[in-house]
Every structure is written in structure tokens, then in C-alpha cells.
């Protein structure tokens, strides 16, 4: 089978890619590089199963072209930057529903009819259902990435119903493992790397949030797409618990050796929008036979050792 993939220079795009063409696929990556980093790609590329196209999302006819011939596509490019969305809100509608809206109408052009999507759990806000489960009644949104994304999930599902198209969307809490480069893990390291001695945290440090190592990820993503077969399939992906910020940073600070000073910005939230407390309820992709591998604290300790030996990913990530 041809893959597409859209940010397949970035972390999870990247990890997918390697692990399709391990199974035997083929794969046209796609990648603004942005954030995406080349050196990701560097297995990829000495595949002859693979070729990467360097594109925008919002350059319809590139991206239409880039996908001729393909016959799945995994829609990941995305902005990322939850923490930043009340400054520069037009950012979210751009890069993630309207980018969702040019990748539906180049598969159309296409004849594609099958999609996965990078959703994430903050489309439930700050749900009133814990641990949250697939049809919780969603609340009023908290952020524009989360806004951004669930107007994704609903162009894609018009999309099933108008031209029967078939769709997984995955609601990812956060993802950890190798190749990450944004998030709290790579924050917190950042500033564990300029000055160990003191850390700054966003909130009180008592947020409770959950995480999920990349390769289960990969493995609950491949699962769903070979046994879920409704028009649209709608997947909570996380581990059955969460950690708090506290719970995080110390496992950072023993891996890197620090006792840091932490300084709290005080509130029960990092920022605007942010959640104080995600755990989504993972029932129904387990009820497909999936069990994670790895626990939140793997997935902490596995990232920042990723981090010390890739610190070049610092530099590059601000480039």
C-alpha cells in the first residue's frame, strides 16, 4: 500500500513513516519543515520505498500533486503550539482546519477516500466526565488549537458522509519518546540545560496529565485502521492514568542529576486554555486487543535520555 503523510519530518510523522516502510509500504512523505526536522527522515531516505515532497499544506496544488497516486492518507502537519494560540489565533484556523479542509479536497481530486487524523483530547476541554470517553458531551472550548482541531474532526466527518470518505481520527493525549520536540518534557530540559539549578513551572505543578509512548501510538494507530471499520471511527489514545507536573519533573531532574529550586507561576493552569486535568478513557481501542507497553514514567525518562544525546534538536527547533 502508498501512504501519504503530511508532517512526516515531525515527531510522531517521522516515527510513523519509519515504522510503514518496516512493514513493507511505501510512503510519499510530506513537510513544510517548519518544525519537522530532515534528520528525522535520515532511515527514510535510504529507502527506495520512500520519496518526500516539500510542501505546505496550504498550497493546494502542490499538495494535490504530491498525492497522486496514493492510497491512504495520514493527515499529522499541524501547529502544535497549544501554549501560544491566544497570540496569533489565525495561526490554529490556517495550519489546522483549513490545512485539514486543502488535505480532504486533494484526496477528493485524488479518488482518496481514507484518512487518519491527529486529533488530540483537549477537544473535551475541561471535561466533566473522568477518565473521558469518546461520546462525553464536549464543553465549551478552552483553545484554539483545540477549537481548531475539532472543526478538523467535523470537515472530515462531512467529508464521510458527502463523498464517502472513511476516517479514523485518534484524540492523542500527549505523546512522548523519541524524537519529541515540543511539549513539557523538552521545556523543562531546556531550561534543566541553561541553568540546573532552578526550574520555572507553568501552574501550581499539581496538573494531572497523561501521556502515551510513541510505539504505542504507532500500535494502537495500526490496529484501529485493521479492525475499526465504521464510516467514522473516533479513538481516545492514553494509558489508564495520568501523573502530576510534580510527578514529571521529578523524574526529569533524577535522570539529569539536578535538584533544581522550582518556581511556580501559582494558578491551577500553565496558560490560557490549559487543562489542570486530562484522562481520557481508552476502553474502546483496548476492546481491540491493544495494550500499551510502556508507562508514563518510561515515556518521561525514555524522552529526556532521547534529549541528552540529541541536543542539537534545541538549536534546530528555533531555527
Known amino acids: 500500500m502508498q501512504f501519504f503523510i503530511t508532517g512526516c519530518a515531525g515527531f510522531i510523522g517521522s516515527n510513523l513513516t519509519d515504522r510503514l516502510l518496516?512493514?513493507?509500504?511505501?510512503?510519499?512523505?510530506?513537510?513544510?519543515?517548519?518544525?519537522?526536522?530532515?534528520?528525522?527522515?535520515?532511515?527514510?531516505?535510504?529507502?527506495?520505498?520512500?520519496?518526500?515532497?516539500?510542501?505546505?499544506t496550504l498550497d493546494v496544488s502542490t499538495l494535490t500533486t504530491a498525492?497522486?497516486?496514493c492510497d491512504f492518507v495520514f493527515h499529522f502537519?499541524?501547529?502544535a503550539d497549544v501554549r501560544f494560540g491566544t497570540d496569533h489565533p489565525r495561526r490554529d484556523l490556517e495550519q489546522n482546519t483549513i490545512a485539514t479542509y486543502n488535505v480532504l479536497e486533494s484526496m477528493r481530486a485524488n479518488g482518496i477516500k481514507r484518512i487518519a487524523f491527529s486529533s488530540t483530547g483537549s477537544v473535551y476541554g475541561e471535561a466533566a466526565v473522568i477518565p473521558t470517553p469518546e461520546d462525553a458531551p464536549f464543553p465549551i472550548q478552552t483553545s484554539f488549537y483545540a477549537a481548531s482541531k475539532l472543526a478538523g474532526e467535523s470537515l472530515i466527518s462531512a467529508y464521510c458522509e458527502g463523498f464517502g470518505f472513511q476516517s479514523w481520527i485518534f484524540r492523542f493525549v500527549?505523546?512522548?519518546?523519541?524524537?519529541?520536540?515540543h511539549g513539557h518534557v523538552f521545556d523543562f530540559y531546556k531550561q534543566l540545560k541553561d541553568d540546573p539549578t532552578q526550574l520555572r513551572v507553568l501552574g501550581n505543578g499539581k496538573q494531572r496529565k497523561s501521556y502515551l509512548h510513541i510505539e504505542d501510538c504507532l500500535d494502537a494507530m495500526l490496529i484501529a485502521m485493521g479492525k475499526a471499520n465504521e464510516r467514522v471511527n473516533i479513538f481516545n489514545l492514553g494509558v489508564d492514568g495520568y501523573c502530576e507536573v510534580n510527578d514529571s519533573i521529578?523524574?526529569?531532574?533524577?535522570?539529569?542529576g539536578v535538584t533544581p529550586k522550582l518556581n511556580y507561576t501559582g494558578?491551577?493552569?500553565?496558560?490560557?486554555?490549559?487543562?489542570?486535568?486530562i484522562f481520557l478513557e481508552t476502553k474502546?481501542?483496548?476492546?481491540?486487543?491493544?495494550?500499551?507497553?510502556?508507562?508514563?514514567?518510561?515515556?518521561?525518562?525514555e524522552t529526556v535520555e532521547f534529549l541528552k544525546v540529541n541536543e542539537w534538536v534545541f538549536e534546530a527547533r528555533h531555527l
Open 67 to 69: 498525492m497522486q497516486g
Open 22 to 56: 518496516s512493514d513493507g509500504h511505501s510512503v510519499i512523505g510530506y513537510d513544510n519543515f517548519s518544525t519537522g526536522q530532515r534528520a528525522f527522515l535520515d532511515s527514510a531516505q535510504k529507502s527506495s520505498h520512500f520519496s518526500l515532497v516539500q510542501g505546505d
Open 284 to 301: 474502546k481501542i483496548r476492546s481491540l486487543g491493544w495494550v500499551p507497553k510502556h508507562s508514563i514514567r518510561d515515556g518521561v525518562i
Open 174 to 181: 500527549s505523546i512522548l519518546g523519541k524524537r519529541y520536540t
Open 250 to 256: 521529578g523524574w526529569i531532574s533524577k535522570t539529569l
Open 77 to 79: 502537519a499541524a501547529n
Open 267 to 277: 494558578g491551577v493552569r500553565g496558560w490560557i486554555g490549559d487543562n489542570p486535568f
